[in-house]
C-alpha cells in the first residue's frame, strides 16, 4: 500500500490543523493505521492510531486531549484532527500502516510509511 500524508502547515500556538492520508494500492480496510511524528534530533515517536474499522484507538498519553485520530475506509484516507497546538508539537508527522487486526503503537510493528507532512507551530 502506497500513503500519501497531507495538511501541514505553519499555524500558531491554539490553533487546529488537520492532517489527512491517502491510501492506494490495498484494501484499506485490512489495514490498521497510525500516526507518528519527529522533531528535529530526536527520535521517531507515537502519536495515534485506529483499528481497521476504526471502533479501536490508541494515543500517546500526552496527546489523547488535543489530538483526534479517525478514518474513512471508503475513501481510504485516515486523519489526525490536533487541536490546542503547541510550538513542541512541531515536528515531521508520519502516517503507516499495517495489515493487521490488531492495534499497534510501535514503530516497528508498521510496514509501510508515508513520507512526512511538515507541521510548524509559532509561539
Known amino acids: 500500500v502506497q500513503l500519501q500524508a497531507s495538511g501541514g502547515g505553519l499555524v500558531q500556538a491554539g490553533g487546529s490543523l488537520r492532517l489527512t492520508c491517502a491510501a492506494s494500492?490495498?484494501?484499506?480496510?485490512?489495514?490498521?493505521m497510525g500516526w507518528f511524528r519527529q522533531a528535529p534530533g530526536k527520535a521517531r515517536e507515537f502519536v495515534a492510531a485506529i483499528s481497521l474499522s476504526g471502533g479501536s484507538t490508541s494515543y500517546a498519553d500526552s496527546l489523547k486531549d488535543r489530538f483526534t485520530i479517525s478514518r474513512d475506509n471508503a475513501k481510504n484516507t485516515v486523519y489526525l484532527q490536533m487541536n490546542s497546538l503547541k510550538p513542541e508539537d512541531t515536528a515531521v508527522y508520519y502516517c503507516?500502516?499495517?495489515?493487521?487486526?490488531?492495534?499497534?503503537?510501535?514503530?516497528?510493528?508498521?510496514?509501510?510509511w508515508g513520507q512526512g507532512t511538515q507541521v510548524t507551530v509559532s509561539s
Open positions: 494500492g490495498g484494501t484499506f480496510s485490512s489495514y490498521a
Open positions: 503507516a500502516a499495517r495489515r493487521t487486526w490488531r492495534l499497534p503503537t510501535t514503530l516497528r510493528d508498521y510496514d509501510y
